[in-house]
Nanobody, 117 residues
Framework: QVQLVESGGALVQPGGSLRLSCATS????????MGWYRQAPDKERELVAT???????NYGASVAGRFTIHRDDVKNTVYLQMNSLKPEDTGVYYC???????????WGQGTQVTVSS
């Protein structure tokens, strides 16, 4: 059974930092492109960042330069370091594992990030 478990969400002040973690089990982690997506109230889910099996990264335009995605293929975990947080970063952050060859696409349950003073 595949599980993606996010953690690290919290209430933080503007300008602050958070690190999200997504621990996985039940899949061959090193073969999956991992990603973070977020969904704000009354908005569609949007890309935050992805990292391929080779370590290539891609970021949404609104977070580039402030967020960093990192994967640990030993711990089967992907991280999202978020700096210089803004109120518009508020939302539920979801972890995603994708493997196109075998058409696998898994999601975690999400973790809430709230940026507010």
């Amino acid at each position: 059974q595949v599980q993606l478990v996010e953690s690290g969400g919290a209430l933080v002040q503007p300008g602050g930092s958070l690190r999200l973690s997504c621990a996985t089990s039940g899949l061959m982690f090193r073969l999956y492109t991992m990603g973070w997506y977020r969904q704000a109230p009354d908005k569609e889910r949007e890309l935050v960042a992805t990292i391929t099996t080779d370590g290539d990264t891609n970021y949404g335009a609104s977070v580039a330069g402030r967020f960093t995605i990192h994967r640990d293929d030993v711990k089967n975990t992907v991280y999202l370091q978020m700096n210089s947080l803004k109120p518009e970063d508020t939302g539920v952050y979801y972890c995603n594992a994708r493997q196109g060859v075998i058409n696998h696409n898994f999601w975690g349950q999400g973790t809430q990030v709230t940026v507010s003073s």
